[in-house]
């Protein structure tokens, strides 16, 4: 990330990781114009390490530890001691006191997919990651506050796609006084799959509509159920034997409560490839899994209405099982929450799942690029509206393309934002299309109403800029109409910028049905 020339660039990069012979020159159109450096942060803070009640019934702070942190975090506008600050002292529930001790950027660690993406035309690749998440586990006591708080450390050594998030966004930390600490990054490492090892050589299964497990917390279990979900496998083969490799995995979840916490739109992943091995089983003896945790699980939903992203960890092996015909997995996860008084709440989930191989359009599906799943609304946890009164969800038919759309409720102006995706290498043209499944039940037949358009791309200075308006009054209702904007000279010169965080929101301006309105296939068009 970047140099003009490309050769400075690789040499630079291969200094900084001291000649390593696995590291490969990237070709110089890959990188960013404007690449985000790595801070490196370091404060002394205190932490606290027990919770009590205190006399107004509010959760508070009942003894203190002075710890050292350390964390990697991406440098924006402000000046980097305010950057640390924010990030090492002001976390959680603040510290007291706390003071950073250092401000700068990394003179180790390579740019390239550290806090910007790594980009290449056509096809992703893996790059090899070390890190350490530093957080604490709560022991929730009787009255609900935290008995204790030790603090659990979590070295990270693994391949990850950094194609569509930077390893600062893919490693986050949930949980207590989370830091993230990232030490080494090597591209195309000797280590990681090649580009060509996937995907023709996976095999994709899909999780059916239905029981999955169950979440404990606050004393309550509830049960939890797939809306639907998918694992893709391959192999990594020796000159002697094979083993398989869980590249991904998927699964939403429908909604539900947990201990009074609201759990909507939530999607479970997993896309670090985890090798399968001999873990001990339950009744003695061996069976074939995942250690303990080798799994790292990534939790995006709502919680309480609130956006959230969780890092769930296996503290124990789990199993998983696969024959031609189907796939089985089981174990449990620990999810750190809290309640809405504040408290802590630990939740404990319990998987037991089993697949079918796909068809050919799910396992397509499953292919799906991050930027080709927001583009193609496949999920809502992309997509979310701040508008009282609406929600999105998940639809799996009608559809115009892929595996799902967004499926939206309400009436008057309803915003619905998509997530960020990278204009590298896009191929712009004159006009952005969607498709507008119109429900029925329209009160008024002389007006259905109007959407609208609109383009953000934050690190570009381009805040909601206007797309356009197409009118929806006769239209044909219970059925899908391609609406088509057609996109300014403005509008195309910013998606031909090569910006890794761009993301096009819509207004439906319409009257209340009682029915879903749906969104699916936004493309550009002629």
């Given at each position: 990330m970047t140099m003009r020339n490309g050769l400075s660039k690789c040499l630079l990069l291969a200094s900084l990781m001291g000649g390593a012979?696995?590291?490969?020159?990237?070709?110089p159109e890959s990188f960013h114009p404007q690449p985000i450096p790595a801070l490196q942060c370091e404060a002394t803070r205190a932490e606290c390490v027990e919770e009590q009640v205190m006399p107004d019934g509010t959760i508070g702070c009942k003894t203190y530890e002075t710890v050292h942190s350390s964390s990697t975090i991406c440098h924006g506008e402000k000046d980097k001691l305010d950057e640390c600050t924010l990030s090492l002292c002001q976390s959680g529930r603040g510290h007291m006191p706390c003071e950073v001790t250092k401000a700068e950027l990394s003179p180790t660690l390579p740019e390239i997919?550290?806090?910007?993406v790594v980009k290449v035309e056509g096809e992703q690749r893996y790059t090899y990651v070390e890190?350490?998440?530093?957080?604490?586990?709560?022991?929730?006591s009787g009255d609900g506050s935290c008995h204790g708080l030790p603090q659990v450390t979590n070295e990270i050594a693994g391949c990850y796609i950094l194609t569509e998030e930077s390893a600062v966004q893919r490693l986050s930390v949930s949980?207590?006084?989370?830091?993230?600490?990232?030490?080494?990054?090597?591209?195309?490492?000797?280590?990681?799959?090649?580009?060509?090892?996937?995907?023709?050589?996976?095999?994709?299964?899909?999780?059916?509509?239905?029981p999955v497990g169950s979440a404990a917390g606050g004393g309550l279990t509830v049960p939890l159920r797939a809306a639907r979900g998918n694992a893709l496998v391959g192999q990594s083969c020796d000159a002697e034997s094979c083993v398989d490799v869980l590249k991904n995995l998927r699964v939403r979840l429908d909604d539900t409560t947990v201990a009074g916490v609201a759990l909507t739109n939530v999607l479970v992943t997993a896309d670090q490839p985890t090798i399968v091995q001999q873990v001990p089983a339950p009744g003695g003896g061996t069976t074939t899994g995942f250690p303990a945790g080798s799994l790292g699980l990534f939790v995006r939903g709502r919680f309480n209405g609130v956006d959230s992203f969780y890092v769930a960890t296996n503290s124990a092996p789990w199993r998983f099982d696969r024959t031609a015909s189907a796939l089985s997995f089981s174990g449990t996860l620990d999810i750190e929450d809290r309640t809405s008084t504040g408290a802590q709440l630990p939740i404990t989930v319990t998987v037991s799942a089993t697949a079918t191989p796909s068809s050919p359009a799910s396992k397509a599906c499953a292919l799906f690029t991050r930027s080709q799943r927001v583009l193609g609304l496949e999920d809502p946890v992309d997509w979310t509206t701040t508008t009282a009164g609406a929600s999105v969800s998940l639809v799996t038919s009608p559809l115009t393309q892929g595996c799902g759309a967004l499926g939206i409720t309400g009436q008057g102006f309803i915003s619905v934002a998509g997530d960020t995706f990278s204009t590298v290498g896009l191929n712009v043209k004159p006009a952005a299309s969607v498709d507008l499944f119109i429900p029925t039940n329209q009160p008024n037949p002389y007006w259905i109403g109007a959407a609208q358009m609109f383009l953000t791309c934050v690190s570009g200075g381009v805040n909601n800029q206007y797309v356009g308006q197409v009118e929806l009054t006769g239209k044909p209702v219970g059925a899908f109409s391609t609406l088509r904007f057609p996109l300014s000279t403005q509008v195309q010169a910013n998606l031909r910028r090569g910006l890794t965080d761009c993301s096009f929101s819509f207004g439906l301006n319409v009257n209340q049905t009682g029915r879903k309105w749906i969104l699916d296939n936004l493309r550009l068009t002629p």
């Open positions: 012979s696995t590291v490969a020159c990237l070709k997919g550290t806090c910007d890190a350490t998440q530093v957080f604490r586990n709560c022991y929730l949980g207590r006084d989370g830091t993230l600490k990232v030490k080494s990054l090597v591209n195309y490492s000797s280590l990681c799959p090649t580009a060509n090892e996937f995907p023709s050589a996976l095999t994709s299964y899909d999780v059916a509509p239905g």
